[in-house]
Each structure stands twice: as structure tokens, then as C-alpha cells.
């Protein structure tokens, strides 16, 4: 199997880790908040992409990679043991990603605030599942 570049998903979830301790520090200060949830976009994202890499390095045959449903390919992940958390918490940070990408209300910003470090530890786990797998092939 292919060694899949996990560095900008590393970065992605250092920023992350960052801001999420800033914010902690202070948690009312929006603009601390605004970035964190912008950091939690491109990090969800970017999991994502790292998952449909391995995916598609040849960890798992799938008859059709690109018409795999983001249902279907978490419940893989999982029994591959690459997630911490289940569908329905994925399901859950899917639908946070959304609220934030089509408007900016703040109690909407307060919501997806409150998921963001619940995430974060998940998409280290999955970061450590992935070095620890690309280690031992």
C-alpha cells in the first residue's frame, strides 16, 4: 500500500488543538470562536479526505469509491477500526459542517462550538490510526 501524506491533515489538527485551547481560555471572545470553527471545517473535511485515500490506496476493494455515500464509508471506517466514535456522531459533525457553511448565526456558532473539541479528539484518532497503520505495512 501506498504511503498516504498525512501532513496537512496534521496541521490542520495542531491549528485545531491551538485554537480550541485559546477559546477554552476565553470563550467569549468571537473572534477566537469564528476561527475555531473555521479551523473545525477544514479539519472535517480533510478527515474525510484522508479516510477516502486509504480507502483508496487499496486498504479496502470497493466496487465504486466515488459512489460511496458518507454513511457507507464511515460505517467502513468503523469496522476497519479507524474511528473513535460511531455514524450517528459523524452524522452529527456532517451536520454541524453544514450549519456553518450556508449562513452565520451566533447561536448557531455557540452550537457548533460546542462539538468542536468532541471532534478534534476524534480526528486525532483517526490521524493516529492512520501513522499507525502506514508503520506496520
Known sequence: MEIIDL???EKALTSL???IEVYNSDSNNSITR???IQRFEYTYSLSLKMIKRYFANGAFVFENL????FNEMIRHANKMGLLRSNLEQWNNYRLKRNLTSHTYDEQIAFEVASIIEDFAQDAKFL???LKQIQ???
Open 127 to 129: 490521524l493516529n490510526k
Open 7 to 9: 501532513t496537512s491533515f
Open 66 to 69: 466515488e459512489g460511496m455515500t
Open 34 to 36: 469564528d476561527s475555531m
Open 135 to 137: 508503520c506496520t505495512d
Open 17 to 19: 488543538f491551538e485554537v
